[in-house]
């Protein structure tokens, strides 16, 4: 299975073990990040394919650690994913006419 967020072929989503309603993601390139189930069916699917790559950048600089997304920080997360995104798109664009 590709990985939901980078695409990356070397990724697994399972049921974390000794979860409540937890899966757990690992990538070679995301590296490991838990899911509540909440996210997982409502949220997941409202994102753009810029949205995801934000995630996975937001993850490979996470490394080490595990975070937890759940229904609670997801959306906090997203708005400064997007937030982040706009701000270097403005940036981006600045530079150009600056020349
Ligand atoms: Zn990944």
Redesign the pocket.
């Known amino acids: 299975m590709g ?1 939901f ?4 072929a070397g ?1 697994s989503c399972e049921k974390y073990p000794e979860g409540k309603d937890i899966f757990r ?1 690992q ?4 590296g490991t990040v838990d899911f509540s189930e909440h996210v997982d069916t409502s949220k997941l699917g409202t994102l753009t394919a810029d949205d995801r790559a934000s995630w ?1 950048e937001y ?1 490979r600089g996470n490394k080490g650690k595990v975070p937890l997304i759940d229904f609670g920080n997801f959306d906090s997360i997203q708005e400064r994913l997007r937030d982040k995104r706009d701000a270097e798109k403005l940036r981006a664009e600045l530079q150009k006419k600056r020349g």
């Open positions: 990985c967020f980078c695409g990356s990724s993601l990538c070679e390139k995301c996975a993850f």
